[in-house]
C-alpha cells in the first residue's frame, strides 16, 4: 500500500462475513491527529473517507475505508501523559495488575501501543521489568528518555517471537487504546499466545460501543480506530484460540470503556467467570447491539445534533459572543470536519500537549495555545471537546467559570452549563 492509498473493506476483520451494511459517513477528513505547522497551512492537505459499516454476522462495527498506518502512526503527536486523570487511570491499573499477577522484579510487562511510556513507568515504579512496542519514532525516542525501553515497530506474531528470544516471555501484556487500531486482529491473538507466560494476563481495554451509540459519541469514530467491539465479536475473534476471555470489568474512563482479561485455555488455575460473560452478552443483546436497526437510529440522531449544534453555535456567535475550544483531542478534528467548523466559529483551541502548541487543526485550521491563553482573552464560552476529561477541565478552570464564563458541550445533546 502506497502511503496515500485507501483500503476499501469488503469483509469483517472477525468473521469474515461479507454482509456489511453501511451505517454512517462522516464525510472525507484528514487523519484526526494530523495537527498541522504554519508552513503546512499552505500545502494541500490530504482527506480519507470516513464511514463504519456494521457486520450483520458478528456485528462488529468497522471502519469501511482504512488509511495506511504508516500515515497515522510514524509520528504521533497524541500522548496520554498529557492528561492527569488518565495517568491515575494508569496507577490504578499498574496496582490491579499487580494484585492479580503477583509480579515481581524478574517478571516481565509488555505494553503494546506503549507511547510514551507512561503506563509501564507505573509498573517500572512498582518494581517489575517492562518493555513497550510502539510504531512512533518520535515517541520511542521521549520513552527511552525516561528509561522505558521500547521496541520500535508494529505489534504481530513474528515481533512476539523476537521478543520472546530476546526477553523471555510475559507475566502481563498490556493493550489499552490500541486493539481498535490494528487490522489483523488475529496476529494480535497469535502475539498473545507466543509471548504469554503459562499463567500471565493479557488485558486488552477499549472503548465500549454500547456506550459509543448510546451516549452518541460519534466523535470517537475516526480513522485510527478500525474497530468498534462488543463482547460477541471478541468472542468471535477467540474462537479458534489457545487464549480465551476469563474477566470483564466495565470503566467509566473514556466515555465507558471494557477491560477484557484473557488468560491461556490451559491455565484452569484462573476461573472463567461466566456469570460476568453471560451478563454482559445479554446487555448487549437488549440494548440492541446485534441489530443494525439501532445503527442506523444512531445516525439519524448524530445527524440531528449536528444540525441543532450549528444552529445553537451559530446564534452564540451572531449575539457577539467568543467561543473557543479545550482539549485538541483527535476526536475534536471529527466534530469540527463533520460539523463544518472553522475559525469563524472557534477562535482557537488550548491543550496541554506541548506538541499540539503552535500547530493548526488539520481540515479546519485553527490555532492550538497552551491552556493559560484563556485568561489572557477571557471568551464567553468554552467548548470541552476533551468530554472524557471534562472534570478535570471544568476543576481546574474554576476561576473562568466564576468570572461568568460558560462551558459548551455536544453529546449526548448540545448543553450549556
Ligand atoms: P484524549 C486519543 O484520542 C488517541 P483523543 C487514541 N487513538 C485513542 O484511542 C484515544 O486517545 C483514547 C488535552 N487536555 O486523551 C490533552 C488538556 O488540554 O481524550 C489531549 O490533547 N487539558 C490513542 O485525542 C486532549 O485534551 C486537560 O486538562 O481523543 C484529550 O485527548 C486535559 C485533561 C486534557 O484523546
Redesign the pocket.
Known amino acids: 500500500m502506497v502511503k496515500s492509498e485507501i483500503k476499501h473493506v469488503n469483509k469483517c476483520r472477525i468473521c469474515k462475513s461479507k454482509d456489511l451494511i453501511d451505517v454512517l459517513d462522516l464525510t472525507n477528513q484528514p487523519i ?2 494530523g495537527f498541522l505547522t504554519k508552513i503546512q497551512l499552505k500545502e494541500k492537505e490530504e482527506k480519507y473517507p470516513l464511514a463504519v459499516c456494521f457486520c450483520n454476522h458478528c456485528s462488529l462495527m468497522q471502519l469501511r475505508y482504512l488509511v495506511n498506518p504508516k500515515v497515522m502512526f510514524d509520528n504521533y503527536l ?1 500522548i ?1 501523559s ?5 495517568i491515575s487511570h494508569f496507577k490504578n491499573l499498574a496496582q490491579e495488575i499487580k494484585e492479580l499477577t503477583k509480579f515481581n522484579e524478574k517478571s516481565l510487562i509488555i505494553d503494546i ?1 506503549s ?1 510514551d511510556g507512561s503506563l509501564l513507568t507505573e509498573f517500572k515504579n512498582l518494581g517489575a521489568r517492562t518493555l513497550g512496542i510502539d510504531p512512533a519514532e518520535n515517541l520511542v525516542k521521549v520513552a527511552d528518555l525516561s528509561g522505558i525501553e521500547t521496541v520500535n515497530d508494529y505489534f504481530d506474531s513474528q515481533v512476539a517471537k523476537k521478543i520472546v528470544r530476546k526477553y523471555g516471555k510475559a507475566k502481563a501484556i498490556l493493550a489499552t ?2 486493539i ?2 490494528i487490522n489483523d486482529l488475529y496476529e494480535v491473538m497469535k502475539g498473545g499466545e507466543i509471548l504469554l507466560e503459562d499463567n500471565g494476563i493479557f488485558l486488552m481495554q477499549f ?1 465500549y460501543t454500547l456506550d459509543l451509540i448510546e451516549k452518541n459519541l460519534f466523535d ?1 469514530i ?1 480513522h ?2 478500525l474497530s468498534y467491539f462488543s463482547l460477541k465479536s471478541l468472542i468471535v475473534l477467540a474462537q479458534n484460540s489457545d487464549l480465551e476471555i476469563f474477566d470483564i470489568e466495565k470503566s467509566d474512563l ?1 466515555g465507558g470503556s471494557l477491560k477484557v482479561y484473557w488468560k491461556k485455555k490451559s491455565n484452569k488455575k484462573r476461573k472463567v467467570n461466566i456469570d460476568k460473560i453471560n451478563k454482559i452478552l445479554n446487555e448487549e443483546k437488549a440494548y440492541g447491539l446485534y441489530d443494525v436497526k439501532t445503527y442506523q437510529d444512531f445516525t439519524n440522531r448524530i445527524e440531528k445534533l449536528k444540525n441543532n449544534s450549528i444552529k445553537k453555535l451559530t446564534s452564540l456567535k451572531k449575539k457577539g459572543k467568543t467561543i473557543v475550544g ?7 478534528n471529527v466534530l469540527l470536519n463533520y460539523f463544518g467548523i472553522d475559525k469563524k466559529l472557534i477562535d482557537y483551541i ?4 506541548p506538541y ?1 502548541q503552535g500547530r493548526f487543526t488539520p481540515g479546519s485550521h485553527i490555532p492550538i495555545y497552551p ?1 493559560s491563553k484563556i485568561y489572557e482573552t477571557n471568551p464567553d464560552y468554552i467548548l470541552i ?2 468530554w ?2 471534562s472534570k ?2 471544568m476543576d ?1 478552570n474554576r476561576k473562568f467559570k466564576n468570572n461568568g464564563g460558560k462551558f459548551i458541550f455536544i453529546e449526548p445533546e448540545i448543553k450549556i452549563v
Open positions: 484526526p491527529n497524541y496520554p498529557a492528561s492527569k486523570t488518565r501501543g507511547n487504546n490500541v481498535a487500531h472503548p470517537t475516526y485510527e480506530h473514556d479545550y482539549g485538541a483531542a483527535a476526536k475534536a488550548v491543550d496541554s500537549t499540539k491552556e471537546f476533551a472524557n476529561f478535570e477541565i481546574k
